[in-house]
């Protein structure tokens, strides 16, 4: 009920917050911030006591980052083994195509595997995998190590040499680790597609990407339902072959010359003589033993398409030597590592935080890295819970839509689980609205655990902005840029702004896991980040500083509504909402207005306990104390016009809301490209 409601989320409201608009509102270039959060969370004695970089250090690597910063990162890549150190940390006589440790020749399957073999981690747990029928599988480093080797082997005989692109499309499985690794061990470049796209999504990025290779499973197993995966390779070769066909080209097989089919889910699937293989089949009797290809620092790693929400996916290059560094330094500042810690990062190998957090990171590490194949609400919505106690989980982090997702479900969940492993928690992909924080550090992190809120980006590779364990933390605050990132939040023309003034965040100097290009594209990696502001890197979002110098993201450039001439974030307009104890999700958007310009239009979906509309809560009452709620929240410049309830809101198949669709459904438009929005709940990211 909705009594019971309240007692469990007393967090909707215990912290004054002052709606306070600001001076420099309608200043083009700036954005007005209206969300003031109060609530700041001091790190526990606890975690001072057990932190790595305590409150001094960070302050010393702050400093030593501002005076030496290319030391700085120098002695970051010291941390790592390298087969021939640099003769520049940084070559930047081409900006933007930066050079990191220009001359060193590495391999991040080196510093990811083969160099924990020589150590006391040989026979540590280097992955754990749990499939969604709850079946489960352990791999030492030693073992680990192995099958690499043997898929190494594998590629190597298929005549996968230095610089070829194998495009992997499969789920969270060990044989996706095991692929990854594989390919960038023998100089190959990989290109992840996630398993939730459909056959044309696959296809374009065969057009883009031109693997040789293409590494797949027959299906697999997702919210009780098995997904044939297979069948999708071949439409997408097929669709790639007629295309080719019509262009007057003759390519037998789009240039796809082998398919390496992972035997998961029973399937009978057609295969194709001569091009078609089992996974188990070729693995067989092959040598455990690979040689490592010495790579140059600069030479390509993979490919990764990022899902943007409109127009042509856009094929994100990184390169080893940089992207190690960046990912390795981030990882065991921001979640401090330890030798005992399972590590859980929610999100699926086909996207930047599972490349960066679920596989290299964790193994460059040397600590346990957990994947996990399925939905997160099956069989129900303790399954994450079970699996934290199950495994005994130390670092959890995830994302806001599936917290927000999660919490709909209540604390009962939560509740009936051992929870006490967990001493960390982090978040990514979306801001995160200050009762979902508050939600997830007290119902999951028993009020305990620092709560990480990492700001980063498919381009980006690497966490740049975040708090450190023993940071200060406000919920739905990134807080500082990491050591050796500088950020800062600047007005249309560049100049910096003041606190409590939201404009464009920009990056002013380059970092080491950086993009190096767009795919096939230089041309567009310049216009489309290194334009705006010309030196620095425009990331594509709106952010405000505070006093304290923290940043909260205020959502993308592109997500920002006008109301009377003052630019608002979506982003604050939904946290405000979310922060009311009915709302569960909701997504808010632009519409015109005659009088202001632009107004906002919320699209809410409701916690499950709240009285459906139409029964016994009338929908003009809940309506119109919610555009009150908003009002009291961030000010009269926050004007929501109308709030329509709906049981889902459309989201990309990485669970972002795709205020585009509705946007244009609200207007009458045509909703265009709808291809990547989700089927099902959503997937994790
Ligand atoms: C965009 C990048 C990095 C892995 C997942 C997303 C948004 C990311 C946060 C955060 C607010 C965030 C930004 C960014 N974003 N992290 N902590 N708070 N917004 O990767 O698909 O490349 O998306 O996600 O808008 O630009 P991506």
């Known amino acids: 009920t909705a009594g019971q409601r309240t007692a469990q989320q007393p967090a909707a409201k215990d912290a004054t917050r002052n709606a306070t608009p600001n001076a420099a509102g309608g200043v083009c270039g700036t954005l ?15 975690v001072m006591a057990e932190a790595t970089v305590n409150p001094q250090d960070a302050a010393h690597a702050r400093r030593r980052a501002e005076q030496d910063w290319l030391g700085f990162w120098e002695e970051a890549a010291d941390e790592l083994q390298w087969f021939r150190k640099w003769e520049t940390v940084l070559d930047d006589a081409e900006p933007p195509f930066y050079r990191w440790f220009a001359g060193a020749r590495c391999n991040i399957v080196h510093n990811a595997l083969d160099r ?5 981690n040989k026979n540590r747990l280097a992955l ?51 692929a990854m690794l594989a390919t960038v061990k023998i100089g190959a470049i990989h290109s992840v597609v996630f398993a939730g796209f459909s056959s044309g999504g696959l296809a374009d990025r065969i057009v883009d990407a031109r693997p040789r290779i293409i590494v797949t499973v027959d299906g697999f197993y997702r919210n009780g339902r098995v997904i044939a995966l297979k069948p999708l390779v071949d439409d997408a070769i097929s669709h790639c072959r007629r295309a080719a066909q019509d262009r007057g080209e003759a390519s037998a097989d789009a240039g796809i010359e082998q398919v390496v089919v992972v035997h998961r889910a029973h399937l009978d699937v057609a295969m194709k003589d001569g091009r078609d293989h089992w996974w188990h089949d070729v693995m067989l009797h092959q040598p455990s033993e690979a040689l490592t290809e010495v790579m140059d620092a600069t030479d390509p790693l993979f490919v990764l ?31 401090d590592l330890k030798p005992t810690d399972i590590f859980w990062c929610t999100a699926d190998p086909g996207w930047i935080t599972g490349h960066s957090y679920a596989i290299y990171g964790p193994l460059m590490a040397g600590t346990t890295t957990l994947l996990y194949e399925g939905h997160p ?31 709909r479900f209540g604390t009962q969940y939560p509740a009936r ?13 979306e801001p995160i609205s200050p009762e979902a924080w508050v939600w997830f550090h007290k119902n999951i992190g028993r009020g305990q655990c620092p709560l990480l809120d990492t700001w980063w980006q498919t381009e980006t590779g690497m966490i740049m ?18 050591p050796g990132i500088e950020a800062d939040v600047v007005d249309a023309k560049g100049n910096s702004l003041p606190p409590r003034t939201g404009g464009y965040l920009v990056i002013k100097r380059p970092w080491p896991a950086m993009m190096n290009t767009v795919f096939n594209d230089r041309q567009a990696y310049e216009s489309m980040y290194w334009s705006q502001f010309p030196g620095w890197y425009f990331p594509g979002d709106v952010a405000r500083k505070d006093d304290d110098g923290y940043i909260w993201i205020q959502g993308r450039a592109d997500d920002v509504i006008m109301i009377a001439g003052h630019r608002v974030g979506t982003a604050e307009l939904e946290a405000a909402l979310a922060s009311h104890p009915a709302v569960a999700e909701c997504g808010v958007i632009g519409v015109p207005d005659d009088i202001r310009g632009e107004v906002a239009k919320a699209f809410v979906v409701l916690h499950d306990d709240v009285p459906p509309i139409g029964g016994f809560v009338q929908a003009e009452d809940l309506e119109s104390e919610l555009m009150e709620h908003v009002r009291r929240e961030l000010g009269p410049v926050a004007v929501l016009r109308g709030v329509e309830f709906r049981t889902q809101l459309p989201k990309n198949r990485s669970g972002k809301i795709m205020r585009r669709i509705l946007r244009a459904e609200e207007l009458g438009e045509d909703t265009g490209d709808t291809s990547t929005l989700e089927e099902e709940p959503f997937y994790l990211r």
């Open 116 to 120: 924990h073999i020589e150590t006391v």
């Open 32 to 46: 007005d911030t209206l969300l003031v959060e109060e609530r700041v969370f001091r790190p526990l004695p606890r």
């Open 417 to 429: 689980h051992d929870l006490t492993t967990l001493r960390l928690l982090g978040t990514v992909g």
């Open 465 to 482: 902005i975040a708090p450190l364990p023993v940071s200060l933390l406000k919920p739905g605050s990134v807080t500082r840029p990491m």
């Open 305 to 335: 398409y990022t899902s943007g929400t409109t127009g042509k996916p856009k094929g994100i290059v990184h390169s080893h030597g940089g992207y190690m560094v960046g990912v390795h330094r981030t990882l065991n500042w921001v979640f």
């Open 377 to 407: 609400l099956y069989p129900e919505a303790g399954r994450l819970w079970s699996m934290v106690e199950r495994w005994g989980v130390t670092i959890l982090y995830t994302v806001p839509t599936l917290i927000r997702m999660l919490m």
């Open 128 to 178: 754990i995998w749990e499939g969604e029928p709850g079946d489960t599988r352990k791999l030492t480093y030693f073992e680990l190590y192995r099958e690499v080797n043997r898929f190494a082997n594998v590629l190597r005989g298929m005549g996968v040499r230095k610089g070829d692109m194998v495009l992997i499309y499969m789920p969270s499985l060990p044989e996706t680790a095991i």
